[in-house]
């Protein structure tokens, strides 16, 4: 048993690559390479741009913002353009609704804003000679819009039959050239070529790209139509607390941390926003179970939440990804909602809720002597 | 609720979405629901086989249903833009349950009839010769957009209405077939379909990347971590809250 085993030198040369990290090159003589470090390890990367030269042709991407962004729904049709254009064909976004970010990260080449389709104006006649117009100006391969019920959905069908032109709605799955869509009430998948109009259905595209778009601004659509057949008599807002959790554009919910339900639910009323709990605060019979938010409570899709005293479980991230604003209050700083929190507070949640219950108060107040004034 | 109004209920033959078992459709039992509501004298069309899922239609209070032959394949656009045409009110279902689904019909009939058409509707008033429509958006908004008549309505899945199934009525009403026209070969579909087992694939970018920048990018948290307000007074804290919500226009004070 005296075989002589072959062991690998600890100290054998290597060298430091940017990242940080050692290679080890077999036979090199190695040493430490001092100007490879200068780099910083894990340096967000500067993304290369998808487009190359002056465009020769062009994929138009159209949807509505709300509040000056738009949603991961139309972030994803921008996505699925920009995957699907050529290197030399362009991707026009088209955005009724005033924009308030920067569409590059999302792969938009050519930006048109039209703040002037305000927010949740009914005027389908105008849009769509909006959308026409830069339809006959750029001539696009296809357009992509998000099949949603904020007006995309509604327009692009009226674009495909006013152009007379081939659609496919709900999309699937999306391949160069190829869509796919469920037929019979989702018992069929059928597949085609792609048509010239294709109104996605959520979460089919991945929107992390290796690139960025050239996110230029362009002259929006200036064509007016008079006042056509459809007359808007506006909006009606139902209050907060009398919509189902998945409806609700503000919520305010509770965890473990807050100890005093009716101040919880004064500053939920003050937002008029609804009232949402994690599984610790419904176990504990403090909310009834349909206000359980996370994986096995309710999925929201809420502008704002508002997360009080919540430590921010997996399991209650899951019910809240499509939420677009976070904020938590929460007397430890390291809790794991401060890393998905677009605003921190750290602090005691009784505190805080007493205080914001008081600014809202001197303001309603300041308000109110404004206009006695 | 005038006497005179002509209104017309799109029908199509729904699907159980667990068993598959033919069934009226739920959206398009809706717009018969509120067809009645607005007119005790509706006619209730459908394009296609005198399927006996249609039989559920006289159910929820149909006193007939009027099915319009079409051979299979072949587009219901014709036969009905060419039965409802002067008809002051046509509502349908948003969607359809059967077929494609894609929820065009209503478009494309209100283009071939040259009517305004309104879609995502819950509840419809007529007032004289204009109808008054309460359309759904999400995130608890309602949206109120009147037009003249004669129109084009396709109903929310969400509309609140309540439609009662009586046998009674499946008994006593009956479903009337036009004679089958001259077919028309229909063009060939440009659509395969297949059995849906297999999941969709989401559209992403290639994978480009070496190992170590792979594993980096799958242990990389998507999410930021915002700002992290940690001093100041509870006061300061509370106003901070408000100041990011005024930035980010969520708040309307
Ligand atoms: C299979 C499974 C499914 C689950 N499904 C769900 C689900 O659907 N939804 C869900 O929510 N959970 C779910 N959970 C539970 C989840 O894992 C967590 O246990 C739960 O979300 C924690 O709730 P919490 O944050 O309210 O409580 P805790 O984890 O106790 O956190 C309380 C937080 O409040 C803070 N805090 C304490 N006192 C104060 C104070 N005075 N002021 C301010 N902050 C304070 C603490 O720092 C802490 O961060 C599930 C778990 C499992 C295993
Ligand atoms: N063959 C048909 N006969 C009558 N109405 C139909 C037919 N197909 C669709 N519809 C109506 O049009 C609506 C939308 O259908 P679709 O565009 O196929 O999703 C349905 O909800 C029905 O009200």
Known sequence: MNQERKRLDPRRPFVLNPAGLRRITLGATGGFDASLLTAPAHAPAVKPPRLQGDPAGYLLVAAHSLRGVLDAHAHQAIAAAALLASPQQAVIVLVFGGLDEDLRAHGADLVAVLPAAGEQDFAPEQELAWLCEFVTRYAPAHVFMPDNEIGDGDLG????????????????????????????????????????????????????????????????????????????????????????????????????????????????????????????????????????????????????????????????????????????????????????????????????????????????????????V | MSPQLKIAALVSVGRNPASGAPRAARNDVLALDAALALAPQVSVLHAGDAAPALHDYLAYGAASVEVLPLPPEADALAPLAARVAGYDLILCGQRAEAGQGSGTLPYRLAKALNLPVVSAALELTVLGDAVEIVQFLPKGQRRVVRVSLPAVIALHPLAPRAPRYVYASLRAGCVRSAPAPLAPPSPPSPWRSEPAVKKPQKLKAPETRQGHARMLGAIATESKGGALVREGAAAEKARAILDYLRANRLIGF
């Not at chain 1, 007359?231 to 965890?255: C, H, K, M, P, T």
């Not at chain 1, 096995?296 to 899951?318: D, E, F, N, P, R």
Request: glycine share 8%.
């Open chain 1, 157 to 372: 069908r009226r674009l495909a039959v006013h152009l007379e032109a081939e659609i496919a709605t709900h999309v699937v799955e999306l391949k160069p050239g190829a869509v796919a869509m469920y037929w019979q009430g989702g018992a069929q998948l059928a597949r085609g070529a792609m048509p010239p109009v294709v109104l996605l259905a959520p979460d089919v595209v991945e929107t992390s790209l290796p690139f960025r778009g050239a996110g230029e601004t362009l002259a929006p659509p200036a064509i007016q139509v008079p006042p056509g057949r459809y007359q808007n008599r506006g909006l009606r807002e139902i209050a907060a607390s009398a919509l189902a959790l998945e409806e609700a554009d503000f919520i305010v919910a509770a965890g473990n941390g807050v100890a005093d339900i009716p101040t919880l639910e004064a500053v939920a009323a003050a937002f008029g926003a609804a009232v949402g709990a994690s599984r610790v605060a419904v176990d504990e019979g403090k909310f009834p179970r349909d206000k359980q938010i996370g994986a096995t409570g309710k999925t929201v899709s809420a502008s704002t939440y508002l997360a009080v005293g919540i430590s921010g479980a997996v399991q209650h991230l899951q019910g809240i990804k499509a939420c677009r604003h976070v904020i938590a209050i929460n007397s430890d700083a390291s809790a794991p909602i401060t890393k998905r929190a677009d605003l921190s507070i750290v602090g005691d949640a009784q505190e805080v809720m007493t205080a914001l219950l008081a600014e809202l108060a001197r303001r309603n107040w300041a308000d109110t002597a404004r206009e006695s």
